[in-house]
């Protein structure tokens, strides 16, 4: 079965997990497990008409990288806090799809200046390596979403597709996993994002779109 969307404009509305699926107690915090991020100034939550929708990383003072099951009318971004309700605002003019992969770039109305935009990498990272992923996401299996920006590390297991048949980066849990509200938000391996949140299985896989194989699409869409 393919693994759901993470967007949380999509699965808090249709998708309600089956008692039986709920994690064992012994994850705390229940991203699903983790632990809180305290600074992280490339940070993009994404909302659609006011409600918080997805994860995303401002990558340039006008651009930011999100998912692109996220997007559709009424997008706005607030940027640079890791209390999404306490980021800069601004709102979104334009957004531009990738044509294969899940990955969207949003172009600013207002420009956001910020001490640190995500820097993207130009590689995969190897198999087997420990990477960080980030978001605002349930915090289990049946929510809430998460206030504050949540990290948790995952292992790279092989490359795979993301929902719409791009490059992927799979990886199984370590200290937690991806989940509702999660989408469009970053994976990370020494200190270089790697990829977009697009699909997971709530409880130990995620698949996160390449960034290193859309980087041309990235450089020509954004400059960045």
């Avoid at 699965?11 to 709920?22: L, N, R």
């Avoid at 640190?116 to 990477?131: E, H, I, K, M, V």
Wanted: hydrophobic share 35%; charged share 10%.
């Amino acid at each position: 079965m393919r693994p759901f969307l993470l967007a949380c404009a999509l699965i808090c509305a249709v998708f309600t997990p089956p008692a039986s699926a709920a994690p064992s107690g012994d994850v705390e915090p229940m991203i699903i497990g983790g632990s809180y991020v305290t600074s992280a100034p490339w940070a993009a939550a994404v909302y659609r008409n006011g409600s918080f929708t997805c994860s995303g990383t401002i990558i340039s003072a006008q651009w930011v990288l999100t998912a692109k099951h996220c997007v559709g009318s009424g997008l706005t971004v607030r940027v640079g806090n890791v209390h999404r309700a306490q980021g800069t605002p601004s709102s979104v003019s334009q957004y531009v799809n990738h044509p294969q992969a899940d990955q969207s770039l949003l172009r600013l109305s207002t420009p956001v200046q910020t001490s640190q935009y995500s820097r993207l990498a130009d590689a995969n990272p190897p198999t087997g390596s420990t990477n960080q992923i980030y978001g605002w996401g349930y915090t289990s299996r049946s929510g809430p979403v998460s206030s504050q920006l949540k990290t948790a590390d995952v292992r790279l297991t092989s490359i795979c597709r993301d929902y719409y048949g791009g490059q992927a980066l799979c990886s199984s849990r370590i200290t937690g996993n991806a989940w509702s509200g999660d989408s469009g938000g970053p994976q990370m391996y020494n200190g270089l994002q790697v990829g977009v949140a697009s699909t997971a299985d709530g409880t130990s896989t995620q698949q996160y779109s390449s960034v290193s194989a859309t980087r041309a699409w990235i450089r020509s869409t954004s400059g960045v």
